[in-house]
């Protein structure tokens, strides 16, 4: 039953880095267990809540069913990447701004896969933005300070100047 | 001691009435704030339970029963024990004494001892250098099961008193029996012109927070525990360690760490936390279990499927005459808080509009499932549903627009209900005439094409319950405060940030009577070694009793400062105003200190400045047997409007929108309660529409979907659009006026959509959730010229003991039980269990 390490170099969060891991290890796995990574979570661990997302060359993938050994000389990015220089992404930083994370347990599989959305579509609209989160679940917000703040972000990510509406911070009086 | 009544320092006066002072020069309390955890947790850095990583840690696993109810003959850990890597191995013996969070249900054991109770009960647990090996240890555990005749749902407990599955309860499988008179309901019947009744059923759902549980216990050779756990309630984990494993209190440190979401399905004491507890102290090495997904779904504690039945009595006009409630729970395996659930199915019919009589009828069966307990909202959303269903239709019987019914009939604020619950602020109307204009209901009900319709409903939540769970005398809630001479402030609490920020809750509190930012605050909580009590994240309790026990801290902190401060500027201390981190001269803003300095001020004269705060609720009306659940220092209000899109040739309904108005008292963190009310009306959603506990129909009571894929819950492609109207009525009893936010939404949203399905279609759907099947069902029936409906169709016999009888305030009660016609007296005893989240 004991297995032989298996090593891999990849590229982690804009780093080159090699890991030695149980070859038949999830990148969920090697992420948090191997890499000291944990904010990569789970919620099931059979594919179904999205909420270990991490970006593989860029694309959304469900870490617990991607094998680490699949990594060897890919572009994997986590939530630990995100911000740059102290400084949060603009994702991030909308997220914090709306209550977009309440437990904040699922909050960087959406983050990720809110930055794929953008990088491949920057001006979403309100429908593109569910389609492209369909498959994270989110128990706490109701995903609407999810989608406000991924349209926050895009429209400063364009680079203009928004801030959230008076409606999205205290509601209709 | 709340908000407007200590001495203000740089604010106006309480105006002389209850009506709270509007306050304009509130800074902090109000606005929309970051939480103070948003940074850690949009970038990964919060450390949940699963995220500890201790040296020589090992690795946890249960072995579970196969079985849905069965006698343990024999169990042998032998081949396990000998698996290379495996450190231990414990079975109920280890740990033979039992727990509950209710000091009535002390029913559960960390692993079976004699019986299992439901697929999924915990039976061994093992110890091991992986997770890996662990798991393989439990495959080569023996145990030798004796099946028993397991009982499938509350009918068949009912119908199947043996054999029964606890030995103590009120007969039978029933665990508890409640029968409640406030006042002769049957003559208020007769006064009636229209009486109704009707049947309903609100099926189970779980809580399903996207983290599954997990805990890590190190027991260190000086002889002390340590347990993190994704739990809500660090304080009942205390005690049940401390009996379980009888340790010293003091020997046990508990710390709550944040919850990736709970919903009041991590606040009962639970059988990992203990194993885990117990083998670390067993093997002298840090170990922690993280529950797989499927094992959240046994632990659940989640909504009891609650079959009801109601009828009410009315006048022409909608008034209420009188009205006599049934309900039915089914409790699952264990007590957990349902004595408290049953309760709570009876307690909050009377909060919304005036019922002069009322009797409640309540059980609570044992079955061979999981146990159910406290889901956000705890025992309510279920006769919210019936009574606001029963309503619509009493409103169109009557040819009455439902929302004129409710606002021509509000419980009025300030006064007593017939089952002597103290009604404080009540911003009901406010919020049904706010989603009444914003959805165009006038344009819309009964007005819509075929296929859509539009549906209202409102609902009232507690903002923490009047008495504590265990018996006590003592606050529900403390807090501690340290002044730092740099000018920061620290906030220790007991209180446990499930994601529903109430960190950011004393943050901006103690920053509002310190003049300071929210962000100058460091905040200590949920942690038993370090933090006063806090009872928990449960009954909507904790911005109402931690923000209390906080502005009594900071208030006594800023009087001391003040003090010399003052003397320092030459001016009486109630001259000292505290804002932008200053200390000054109100008449004179320019002269002041920074707020450091006036720290240094009071330390250099008094000694370090530290303060403590605490809660108690004001004492409950009502004195009789059961009076314990319902009473709550204010409560909230809700109204809303669905419209919803129903496929006839499926039966889908889809939800496009929904208008949720939200009585919250007053906002301490705008932000927050705009989440808490939209997490709340999706929460609800799900349950109105899919999510279920759904068990195999044939004997076994297996689980049928324990996965996330397969418990439907709603995505971002079936969650509504939700336009929010936040209605403010500052209650005295609330701090700065707040009551709560974070359950009271949720219930009126699957009776609105009920209402609406029956709007779009003409059919009623008195089951929630309102599956297509369901849908489509009644639709048949409908075209076949049957009654358009699909719901239960019977209310078993049940052999209720005799009534508690209390007089309504206005029958000359005094809160206390009469006496009984066999003479024995009945009350005055208020059970000592609360509500939770």
Known sequence: ???????????????????????????????????????TKHGCELGECGTCTVLVDGVPVLSCLVLGLACAGRRVKTVEGMAEGGKLHPLQHAFAELGAAQCGYCTPAFLLAAEALLAANPRPTRDDIKQALAGNLCRCTGYIKIYEAVELAAARLRGEVAEPSQESLYGRR | ???????????????????????????????????????????????????????????????????????????????????????????????????????????????????????????????????????????????????????????????????????????????????LEFGDVEEAFTAADLVREDLLFFDGNTHLPMEQHAAAADWSADGKLTLWSSTQTPHYVHRALAQVLELA????????????????????????????????????????????????????????????????????DGSITGMHFKSLLDGGGYGSYGVASTYYTGALQTVTYPVPRYKFQGARAFTSKPPCGPKRGHGTPQPRFALEVHLDKIAEQLGIDPAELRLKHLVPPNSLTANWLRIGTMGLGACIEKVVTGSGWKEKFRKLPDGKGIGLACSSYITGAGLPIYWNPMPHSGVQLKCDRGGGVTVFCGSTEIGQGSDSILAVIVAEVLGLD??????????????????????????????????????????????????????????????????????????????????????????????????????????????????????????????????????????????????????????????????????????????????????????????????????????????????EDPDPNGPFGAKECGQGPLLPVPPAVANAVYDAVGVRIDEVPITPEKVFKALRRKAKGEEPRYGPDRFPDILWPEPIRVPPPWEGGDGRAVEQSDGRTVGPKALPVGARR
């Open chain 1, 1 to 39: 039953m004991p297995d032989t390490k298996a090593k891999i170099a990849l590229e982690l969060n804009g780093e080159p880095v090699e890991v030695a891991f149980a070859p038949h290890k999830t990148l969920l796995e090697v992420l948090r267990e191997d890499l000291g990574l944990t904010g």
């Open chain 2, 1 to 179: 001691m709340g908000a407007g009544e200590g001495r203000k320092v740089g604010r106006s006066e309480r105006a002389p009435s209850n009506i709270p002072t509007v306050q304009p020069s509130l800074r902090v309390v109000g606005k929309a704030h970051r939480k103070t955890d948003a940074t850690a947790k949009v970038t990964g850095a919060t450390r949940f339970a699963d995220d500890l990583f201790l040296p020589r840690m090992l690795y946890a696993k249960l072995l579970r029963s196969p079985h849905p109810h069965a006698r343990i003959v024999r169990i042998d850990p032998s081949r396990a024990l000998a698996l290379a890597g495996v450190k231990a191995v414990l079975t109920g013996k280890d740990l033979p004494i039992p727990f509950g969070i209710l000091p009535v249900s002390q029913d559960e054991h960390a692993l079976a001892l004699d019986k299992t109770r439901f697929v999924g009960d915990p039976v061994a647990g093992v110890a091991a250098v992986s997770e890996e090996i662990a798991t393989a240890a439990l495959d080569l555990i023996a145990v030798e099961y004796e099946p028993l005749r397991p009982v499938r749902d509350a009918l068949d407990a009912v119908a199947h008193p043996e054999p029964r599955i606890h030995a103590y309860g009120d007969g039978g499988n029933l665990h508890k029996l409640i029968n």
């Open chain 2, 249 to 316: 209190p003091a020997r046990i440190r508990v710390i709550a760490t944040p919850n990736g979401g709970a919903f009041g399905g991590k606040s009962d004491p639970f059988s990992h936390e203990l194993v885990v507890a117990k083998l670390a102290m067993v093997t002298g090495r840090p170990v922690k279990i993280t529950l797989t997904r499927e094992e959240v779904f046994y632990c659940h504690r989640g909504r009891h499927p609650t079959l009801m039945w109601v009828k009410t009595g009315v006048k022409r």
């Open chain 2, 518 to 727: 929210p962000f100058d605050i460091a905040i200590v909580t949920g942690d038993t070694d370090l933090t006063p009590v806090d009872l928990g994240s449960y009954s909507s309790r904790v911005t109402l009793m931690t923000g209390h026990a906080a502005i009594q801290a900071a208030e006594r902190a800023r009087d001391v400062i003040a003090r010399h401060a003052a003397q320092k500027l030459g001016i009486p201390p109630e001259r000292a105003a505290f804002a932008d981190a200053r200390v000054f001269d109100v008449e004179r803003p320019e002269r002041g200190l920074t707020f450091g300095e006036a720290v240094q001020l009071a330390e250099a004269a008094e000694g370090t400045v530290g303060t403590v705060g605490s809660y108690t609720p004001p004492p409950s009306a009502g004195k009789y047997r059961g009076a314990g659940v319902g009473p709550s220092p204010a409560y909230s209000y809700s109204a809303c409007v669905a419209e919803v899109d129903v496929d006839a040739a499926t039966g889908i309904v889809r939800v496009p929108k929904i208008w949720i108005a939200h009585d919250v008292g007053r906002c301490i963190n705008a932000a927050t309660v705009m989440g808490q009310i939209e997490g709340s009306v999706y929460m609800g959603l799900g349950e109105a529409l899919m999510e279920e506990m759904a068990y195999r129909g044939n004997r076994n009571v297996v689980h049928k979907i324990p996965s996330l894929l397969e418990y439907k819950s709603p995505t971002t492609l079936e969650m509504c659009d939700v336009v929010t109207y936040v209605v």
